[in-house]
């Protein structure tokens, strides 16, 4: 079943013994960032979470809570599940919040993992990280460990003491008790949770003064099986067989536990193990009208052994029972589950055949993969229109590859039905621009425009889209974007067309310079979130977002959407998709002294294209390889791989297309670049020059200001100090329209020097004209743009009278020549945006905690050096600090 929409932690039946030091730990002190509670099953790790938890709470920290589950091994249903839980720490930035992560050993894929990684690095605020695991999980914890940031809790931490365990069987009811059989208690169970738990049930049962202390004996496991096997026995058989039968299902309901054991009282069964709150657990939405619930994953686990041990037999007769009692509620995806489940492929190929397409046209491709996968291929020959569906999962699943094969092999006499035909009109298109044919895919796709509208819309709207991006690739944008219009009017209300379909439209918005544009439309595909939206159109648009945030310097969130995404690009194949992910990771991790991690990215981007024999993504890998070599100053191993990206035929091609990762990177420009840098000053001036022969119009618009923003680097290394200011500043008015940062900033030292420059000019011309808006602005942008590369801000000469001083705050040796109040009172959003400052605070961050824009904040920023007599951030920070404005 779906997760529910507020992820909580389980309701635990047992009465709580507070355990102050145990909370305490869990919470971690000022250095800690990672709390991993690591035990076997039983020991009360949940429990204690959940203490922790109502601790932090009370204390007004935030948290967040989720239990994991071995479907989210599944990446989109742990991406949603994470962002549910994560909800509850917004507007948390900078403040103290934790996140709790429960069951994380069930946790085994190594994408899931590398997002969870990815999560518990980037989460924003002080406080820990809590992990509830059984194993040790491969999360890197020894970097955590070796810096001291990481606190364990195991098996000893989490034994109750003797006196925890004493007021644990008296909140119990169990006061009979000697201190002798405490003790002996005690040192059987050794403190174990679930021991004492079911110890407790024992007790109830046999009394007080019984025997049953004494009969406990065995190592852990073996005291496990026997309470748990004392207690199962003791149940009535009416109660124990529905405890077996009903193990195998999720969710419990009376309507289908009753389905499944029409001759038992269910009412009366769930009425009985609900009162002793032993074996159910109430799942969250569920109401007094029509309750549900679950069995602890545990006990469920070891209820379904007992009944493949023992009724082996009954297996696939309940999990038909259950299918068929799902079919009946119109709930067709657990039906299809079950009915698999107990092994009857005709019913579930019945099933799937009434539902396939509805699924598809949802999105649910990763559902429809993991069914198709259970479903041996010749069982489909009767259906071709299911294998055209499962067609269409491998490919957002699997890949093109694979998807191309399974499309040949569909029986040439199922392409005389109007549904085939059309199906596989979509699919070609598609699956050829995924190999990068793009004029292969152009030329089937065309015809194929050419006979619509066929049988099946959704197929016709996945052709249109697919045929907008693959003009778009070939420069037909105008052509592109009528496709869109066309597709538009198809769509209707088709969550997941329309998200590909605005995804397509960014592309396109990209494409013509159109950052912003492009950046809320993909916000809007990415904000949708329901389970319509699924990796098809989500892992178009989360790379593409990811590079938009990636240019605003937005770096953690970029990486952080990577993490989410970059995974199903591989899986799918979406090849400028793989190389703009791989790139902006590498890029990331340089930006964080990461060279080797860079470099790794790049080494397995490299792989994926030899592997999925994509040229391009294999030379892209080289390409970017060459450019980090560069910015390390490694000339000659720099010009090595160029010379191996080089090949002619595929890079002529790339030129004659508007591919979204060689937009401003190819190998003519990674030439240009390592001219700049190793050749000889005149001819690299030259070599820009001559790519700039052609017109603006004729270029893409980011690779003309990349070009433009070479040629001034170019005119700077040629000594031309005052031509290359000049040439830099229509790329910095292009550049500050669009709020695009890293563009420049990704030429490394000599671009930040020639921006310094251009800043310590243009503020002196300003202060001798006055400084109209316009050139506030623009130096307000170059602003960030030092503030992003972390270069500090030129030092100018005292200003004229009235003007503010452009030079650093004052040192303690003039201290005393600063003023002592401001010029004009600060108002309190201005008093609130210096503290914001002074805790580090980025522009972004501000305007998101204060729900103001972007150019709001800098407004402020502007009054506020004014008021103060600043020139920068630090200035105005460090003079509000003197005035006692902030902390």
């Known amino acids: 079943m779906d997760r529910p929409a507020a992820p909580l932690p389980p309701s635990d039946p047992s009465p709580l013994v507070p355990r102050s030091l145990l909370c305490a730990r869990l919470a971690g002190d000022a250095t800690t960032r990672l709390v991993l509670v690591r035990a076997p099953a039983g020991f009360g790790k949940t429990t204690a979470m959940r203490m922790a938890r109502a601790d932090l709470d009370a204390r007004g920290v935030r948290t967040a809570w989720l239990t994991l589950q071995r479907a989210d091994n599944h990446l989109p249903r742990l991406r949603q599940g994470l962002a549910t839980a994560l909800d509850g720490l917004t507007g948390a930035a900078g403040a103290p919040c934790a996140l709790f992560l429960d069951d994380v050993d069930q946790i085994t894929d190594a994408d899931a993992l590398a997002l969870l990684r990815d999560t518990l690095e980037q989460l924003p605020g002080s406080g820990p990280r809590v992990l509830g695991t059984r194993a040790l999980p491969a999360l890197g914890l020894a970097r955590w460990r070796a810096q001291g940031r990481l606190v364990e809790v195991g098996t000893e931490q989490l034994r109750f003491t003797p006196a925890e365990s004493a007021a644990f069987f008296h909140r119990r009811g169990l006061h009979g008790l000697s201190p002798q059989a405490l003790a002996q208690l005690q040192a059987k169970t050794e403190g174990w949770a679930a021991a004492l738990w079911l110890a407790s049930l024992g007790l109830e049962r ?122 009946t509620a119109g709930r067709a995806s657990p039906a299809i589950d079950h009915a698999l489940a107990g092994g009857d492929v005709p019913y579930a190929l019945t099933l799937l055949a009434r539902h396939a397409e509805d699924f598809l046209a949802r999105g649910r491709l990763r559902r429809l993969a993991r069914w198709f996968d259970a479903v041996p291929e010749a069982a489909l020959a009767p259906y071709p229109l299911l294998q055209c569906v499962a067609v269409w999962a491998v490919c957002f699943t699997q890949g093109q590859g694979p998807a191309l094969a399974r499309l040949e092999r569909i029986a040439p006499h199922s392409a005389a039905s109007p549904a085939v035909q059309a199906h596989a009109a979509a699919l070609r298109p598609l699956l050829l621009s995924m190999m990068d044919r793009f004029d292969d895919a152009h030329a089937c796709g065309a015809d194929a425009l050419a006979r619509l509208p066929s049988c099946r819309p959704f197929a016709d709207s996945v052709l249109t889209n697919t045929m907008a991006s693959v003009t778009a690739a070939l420069g037909l944008s105008g052509q592109a974007g009528q496709l869109l219009d066309a597709v538009r009017r198809q769509a209707g209300d088709n969550a997941f067309v329309r998200s590909y379909t605005e995804a397509v439209q960014a592309l396109l918005d990209l494409q013509d310079g159109r950052l912003r544009l492009a950046g809320e439309r993909l916000r809007g595909v990415l904000g949708r979130g329901s389970d319509s939206a699924r990796p098809g159109d989500h892992a178009w648009a989360g790379v593409l977002y990811a590079q938009l945030l990636y240019d605003a310097q937005r770096l953690d969130e970029a990486d952080q959407l990577l993490g989410l995404y970059l995974p199903m690009v591989r899986d799918v194949g979406l090849p400028d998709h793989m190389v703009l992910g791989h790139a902006l990771r590498a890029r990331i991790a340089a930006l964080r002294g990461d060279a080797d991690g860079a470099f790794a990215l790049l080494t397995a981007l490299e792989v994926l294209g030899h592997r999925r024999q994509l040229p391009r993504v294999a030379a892209s890998a080289r390409l970017e390889r060459a450019r980090l070599l560069l910015l390390q100053g490694r000339g000659e191993a720099a010009r090595d791989e160029l010379d191996r990206a080089d090949d002619p035929a595929l890079w002529a091609r790339v030129q004659g297309q508007r591919l979204p990762a060689h937009e401003t990177e190819d190998l003519a420009v990674g030439r240009l670049r390592w001219a700049l840098h190793f050749g000889a000053a005149d001819a690299a001036l030259a070599a820009v020059d001559a790519a700039l022969t052609r017109p603006a119009s004729a270029l893409p618009p980011r690779r003309w200001l990349l070009l433009q923003a070479l040629r001034a680097l170019a005119l700077q290394r040629a000594g031309l100090s005052d031509a290359a200011l000049d040439a830099l500043r229509p790329v910095l008015a292009a550049l500050q329209a669009e709020g695009s940062l890293r563009l420049l900033l990704d030429e490394g030292p000599a671009a930040t020097a020639l ?71 600060l108002t309190r959003k201005e008093v609130r945006i210096l503290q914001l400052l002074a805790e580090g605070y980025s522009n972004a961050a501000m305007a998101a905690t204060l729900v103001i824009t972007d150019s709001t904040v800098r407004t402020h920023l502007r009054a506020i050096n004014q008021k103060l007599g600043a020139a920068s951030r630090a200035q105005a920070v460090a003079i509000a600090r003197r005035l006692a404005l902030v902390g």
């Open 206 to 327: 046999h009394g007080v003064h019984s025997d049953f202390v004494d009969r406990l004996s065995g190592s852990d496991r073996d005291l496990a099986d026997y309470l748990a096997e004392d207690v199962l026995a003791q149940q009535p058989p009416a109660l124990r067989a529905f405890l077996l039968r009903t193990s195998l299902l999720h969710e419990l309901s009376l309507p289908l536990c009753q389905a499944l054991l029409p001759r038992s009282d269910c009412a009366a069964l769930l009425a009985q193990l609900e009162a002793g709150s032993v074996f159910l657990t109430p799942l969250p939405g569920s109401d007094a009208t029509a309750p549900r619930w679950r069995y602890h994953c545990l006990f469920a686990d070891f209820l379904q052994a007992h009944l493949l041990q023992r009724h082996a037999d009954e297996v696939p007769r309940l999990h038909l029972a259950a299918a068929a009692w799902y079919e």
């Open 755 to 825: 921006l310094q420059r251009w800043s310590a000019r243009a503020a002196q011309a300003a202060q001798g004209a006055g400084d109209g808006v316009a050139t506030t602005a623009l130096l307000d942008h170059v602003q960030r743009l030092l503030d992003a590369a972390g270069a500090a801000p030129p030092d100018l000469p005292p200003p004229g009278a009235g003007r503010a001083a452009t030079r650093e705050a004052p040192g303690p040796a003039d201290a005393a020549d600063a003023p002592r109040t401001p010029a004009e009172p």
